[in-house]
């Protein structure tokens, strides 16, 4: 039903423009900054559109800002990001989709502690795991490689996934199991025909959040990765974060939004997926 | 269901690598802070050292209490702002993927920039209060970064800010797995709008609750980045939270041991806060 | 097999890049690979996360910039080589002035080179607000400076750019103890850590002058970074900024020119003094003798003094040998790097608290808690003098 | 309570048409059933009355109130859903309770009204279950009584016994009939129960493909059928459907059975019973209607009254199911059911008389296929 | 297909027991029509065999095979559910599809078996819908179509025309027969229609409150029904159930029906027509069994047959259903409901003769309120 537009509707879109506004402020601020030149942005007001627009500072930050010695610009990096997130966003997304599936469907002993042990693992602080799991990794012979940060970053989001999937199955028709088990699916077939099809929209959640994570994630990449493995968030933050040297925030800026521009591009992309009524009609009461 | 092998087999390596990862790694901690470690593990013993100077440190009081207000309020704000977007965004209102994405791109921008941009945002002499002066409303004022005060509630902003989205994101995931069916039920039992959320929808949303909250909780406890480049903990000490402590007592000011003591604590009243919730929260999931 | 030196540092804004590729180029006409290792970030805080993973894993970077008492401390966990006999050969013992010697050598070993030799204790001016505010010319003592700085304020300008974070204020700090102690009670006080020195009056002047400071600079000042406070002074709204030596950097990037619209000096009342940083590369011990061997020709690399020179040119820093010719250095170069003999002569090169020369970090933040607290005005003079007492007593 | 006015309702889902044009109007107090075959688009048309599907064309009118754009809260009416729609949320009694609570009705009223509508759908003893720990049944009558709570202005029923059992069935249509009388509600109705249809209803509506194919009392529906869907489609078994001729001419019409190979059978049309529009058709072809009960078997020594006529046939199939004897019968080579006693004495392959009652024969176009009366 | 054995299985959510100690046997090829009132258990009695939930104690054996433990999907089972259990996510051939998929059955096998099923099911223009875009019926069809895809051991169907029209409901009806008669399949199916049972089983069970109260052919269980509560489920109208006194003795016994305050009524029983245990109770009550269709209006002159005898009675109310007319009568102070003929000559408080067959007469304990044969 196309919904007619009234008083109420105007509030509520008025409500969404102010709140849209003030999410977009940083942003603002973020986008005009990386137009101007530098002495612009010294000299004028931080709010205030470019005079002077310049497309050098996204050029520079792409291909010739200083990430290390030799001026290579954010470029090289986006590579390893994607070599690192997208193994470690769909290992640790389908281990928690089996998870969530094993803990809804079937009970046995200990399984609701074992859920409670991993919700808990969310929230220690990495900072206490950072010199165990180095020597974890040296010592299974992972250290600086990219298959040591992809565990890393696996193991350490299987709390999120398995909560985020046995939140959303707890809610599933168990009719729909049930009918499947019926027509012969075993453990993967009710899992790959019939759970994962319909989670949708958690898929999309977890997506996002590991996919976020895992490409801005800064401690592990920096401290169990080697240059040639850096991932992109090691490269922005020496871009941006060089301790005596000038600051050219303007070149900072679109190198905040390049780094950005995959989460950004997942969020466009999954978006669309949200679809309403999922299982209308699947299941009668 | 009864279980076969097979899911316990596939359950077995999380198990295994949660238990190792996490609590091994937690035990060798609980290990490090009874030690006089400093700037690389030692074994020497030193009793429980580390948790008096831990506990004589203003640097962590004023860090808990931080923490205490910023993770209420961050999680209050976060989950009513998620919840009420979620919501706004569910009217089948047009554009909506546009405004979905503009309240879940901060999440994309990692906050060693967007720090920057919010610094200026907030700073009076160059953000919003001046802008504001610009325009003309002289009398405007928000110094609250610069006030030792309120830089806290700064961070709050922030912080809400860059999570709001994905919290609504969650809850927009849970609004559409319900049955279309049942909304329509409500609509004809005379339901509003507003008392078919509040009946029918949310309370179907339990577990989505419980993950909010997970996710805003641990968001809370380890905000580090955000901390780091908003205020760099200040101005003075007024924005330090435990995960800053942590930090900088483990890695910049070679003081593992208290570093590690000042983690214990923190899992030690994490555990105690969250872990009954979550026990009850379970239950209702099952039964309810 | 190749040869090749592994490096983590947190060099990486442009000037420091290029800097350091003068040394890649070095090692690399010696057949030598450089494998860049850079994690900016702070004073080198993720970089120091990574070094703890890196040892751990058992898998060390051939060299890692380290400052200060950061060498000392991992020296202690006998992790870092032995380069005494490169040392002999080099004659580093000579040429290096020994407070930073004090640095690079554990136990009488060499265990670092010393890269650059900054100095903390600089005023930047600009010098048409400076004439617009009728200073025209440079403070002799501290009074002089707050007079002349409460001129420019009256004038309409901030008289004091300043960055509130920790150890902004304490880079001020170390000037005005400087200023108002002399090097003997900065000695005393800072580096030996004698509670009855700090406990003394002086401590207390030396808090009221940082007050005096305080209401010099302007509301907006929590938070803001050092260059920010630098661009207000090249942009011609402030007067003064204190800060080190890399600030110049700022000024040249805007294409100030030194004596001509800027003027560097040292803090008043702090002439023939120093309070210095060094970047040393801490050479950790490998078990591989190929990266051994160009462990060595990096560590020798970075003692030449033609590299010393152009590297410091580009950094802005003095050389961290005290034989390198200045011809090459700019005006203010220049002056560091007289100051800087001289100072080393008289004795008067001291380790600069602020960036950890002084004591070891976890004494370094005490300081900062209590210097950070007090200029941000959660507690007064005496209160600030007595916590810092009790910060050196633990 | 009130009247209703559907007019020339339509309905597509994209390209598809559901709804044609369909118009009712119906009295304060009609009880209308909605029948048709599976697929037909009568929960469509529940939908577009409860306001949750808007009409692709046409208008509703409640009480005289256009209701087009009304949405379906502040339209007053209760509703029972095929898919039963139960808040998994909520307890028996809440579920019962909530459109009272939302009509924001007293809680003592409230708790009041639970009680006697779970009462009165024998549910009492499960009011405080989830809708997930009942059984099909028990969702039904929870959902029936979610629409009983309250007293407004329409009350629709999608299907609202289908799952029960035969005596439960039979116990809800009494009550549902009782509540109907007393209330003097007006009620639409979708059900597949004939007896269902038959018993409740005021006026029956038949549909077919989205097309509304008569709209008449029960009666008028089972006797009278607009044309040979509806006559087909109510009564159970079917209406017997077989082609015949025409012949005679004046007072005196008789109908020949055609026959593929078996023998041909003539039955003369009493005049009584012979519809004023079967002459024209003389000498054409119709289709002849006879209900399975409107054939009994002869007896010996019986004679046909004035509007009754015998004809031979041989018995096919035999279907005894209980009540009555369902017999096939091969008439003039027309399959042909009829429903006897139970304990006709007869068997597959015999030849039999039987006795078919005119006065309940229909004839249909055999073109158009509506009733020629 | 293959014989299964239900022994003592019994079931209990938490501390409610909903199943007490069912035993059933089937042999090979049988068809069980599982009957009861909603929420006596069928729907779990079918999920156990199903291996869906584990029964609280007992076990199961299919062709020999105990299956107590064995997962649903090793079972061999098809099962149409009640709540239909479509996958939202797939299109209805999917649906129909998936079964044979999981069985690893070649893809263009699988294609042609449902275009057949879709086709015996009259939903082949649906089958790139998804099933929200579906009515109830066809949902259900799309539901039996799943079943039906595959060839398994044995068949579970829980009411599975409940939501289809009289029509389709009766070529559903058919065609699970004739499937029931090519396949030999085993099958047991749950419905609250009395004729589907009736004529779809081989072998009927009727349950109440989770204990299985009868197991017989459908001629047993409507003829001789193990005691009052089957004789009252089965059929509609309901049986008539009076208490009555057994008088005299030796080969003549008599019933006298007791009159509330109407006249009070005696009835003959004829030898051949009067069970043998009946004797036992002369003088004592019992419960009289009549069905509706058992009594017919007695016409001038007839005469009573052997079995047969007259009662004079009060018409009260008048149902017509269109094939029959359902009359009540006040019977000696009872309730009584018979089936005539569409137009039987009556009115409400008429008074009239009626003739009972007695040989379709069965008594009760009056206590047990079982069958005394
Ligand atoms: N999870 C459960 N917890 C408690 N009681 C339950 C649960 N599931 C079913 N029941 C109860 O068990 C009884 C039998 O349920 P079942 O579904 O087998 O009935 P049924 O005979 O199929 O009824 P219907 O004909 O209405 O479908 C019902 O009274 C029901 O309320
Ligand atoms: N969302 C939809 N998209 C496309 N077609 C639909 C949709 N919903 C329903 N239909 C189709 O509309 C027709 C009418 O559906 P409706 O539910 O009104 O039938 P019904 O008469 O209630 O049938 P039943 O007796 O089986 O419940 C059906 O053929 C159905 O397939
Ligand atoms: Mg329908
Ligand atoms: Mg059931």
Known sequence: MQPRLDIARIVLYVVLFGFAVVFLMPVYVMAVNSFKPLDEIRTGNMMSLPIDWTIAPWLSAWSTAQIGVQPTGLKPFFINSFLLVIPSVALSTLIGALNGYILTQFKFRG?????????????????IVLIPMAKTLGFLGLAGTVKGLIFVNTVYGIGFTTL???????????ELIRSARMDGAGFFGVMGRILLPNSTPIIVVTVIWQFTNIWNEFLFGASFSDFSSYPLTV????????????????????GAFIAAIPTLVVYLVSGKYFVRGLMAGSVKG | MKSGYLPKLLFSPSVFLVLVCVYGYIMFTIYLSFTTSTMLPTTEWAGTAAYARLLGLENWQVSLSNLATFASLYILIAMAMGLGLAILIDQKIRSESLFRSIFLYPMALSFIVTGTAWKWLLDPGVGLERSIHLLGWESFSFTWIKDSEMAIYCVVIAAVWQTSGFVMAMFLAGLRGVDTEQVNAAKVDGAKTWQIYLRIILPQLGPVFVSAFVILAHMAIKSYDLVIALTNGGPGRSTWLPSVFMYQYTFTRNEMAVGAASSVLMLVAIGAVVLPYLFSEMRKVKNG | QQQSVEVLHWWTSGGEASALNVLKQTLEKQGVTWNDMPVAGGGGEAAMTAVRARVTAGNPPTAVQLLGFDVQDWAKQGVLADLNDLAAKGNWDKVVPPALQKFSKFNGKWIAVPV????????????????KAGVTSEPKDFDEFIASAEKVQKAGFIAIAHGGQPWQDATVFDSVVLATGGVDYYKKAFIDLDTKTLGSPTTLKVFQRMSQ???????????????????????????????????????????????????????PGTQGTAAFNTDNFAMFKLSDPAKTAAQMKMAADVMDPSFQSSFNVIKGAAPARSDVADAAFDECGKKAIKDVAEASKNNTLVGSIAHGHAVPASMKSAFYDVITRHFNGQIDDKKAVAELVSAAKN | MASLDLVNVQKSFGPIKILHDISIGLQDGEFLVLVGPSGCGKSTLMNIIAGLEEPTAGSLKLQGRDITNVAPAERNISMVFQSYALYPNMTVAKNIEFPLEMRKV????????VKSVSKLLQIEHLLDRKPRQLSGGQRQRVAIGRALAREPQLYLFDEPLSNLDAQLRVDMRTEIKKLHQRLKATIVYVTHDQIEAMTLATRIAVMKGGVLQQLGTPYEVYNQPANTFVASFMGSPRMNLVKARVSGTGGALSLDIQSGQGARVSIALPPSATPAGLQAYAGQEVIAGIRAEAVSLARDGMVAGPTHCFVDARVEVIEPTGADTLVVLNLGGNEFTVRLEPDAPLKPEQNARFLIDLSKLVCFDAKTESLIA
């Open chain 3, 213 to 267: 400071i305080r209401k010099l600079v302007d509301k907006d000042f929590s938070g803001r970074d050092w260059n920010v406070a630098s661009g207000l002074v090249i942009s011609g709204k402030a007067g003064f900024q204190i800060m080190g030596d890399w600030a110049k950097g700022e000024f040249v990037n805007a294409k100030k020119v030194p004596g001509k619209d800027f003027n560097c000096y040292r803090f």
């Open chain 4, 106 to 113: 007293e809680k003592s009223a409230r708790a009041e009204r």
């Open chain 1, 235 to 254: 490269a922005l933050n020496n871009l941006v974060n060089s301790s005596t040297g000038v600051k050219e925030y303007n070149v900072h800026f679109a």
């Open chain 1, 164 to 174: 985020f999937f046995r939140n959303y199955y707890a809610a599933f028709p168990t």
């Open chain 1, 111 to 127: 399984a609701n502690l074992m859920f409670a042990a991993m919700l808990f693992s969310v929230f220690i602080p990495f900072q």
């Open chain 3, 116 to 131: 650059n030799l900054h100095t903390t204790n600089w005023i930047w001016a600009n010098k048409e607000v400076l004439a």
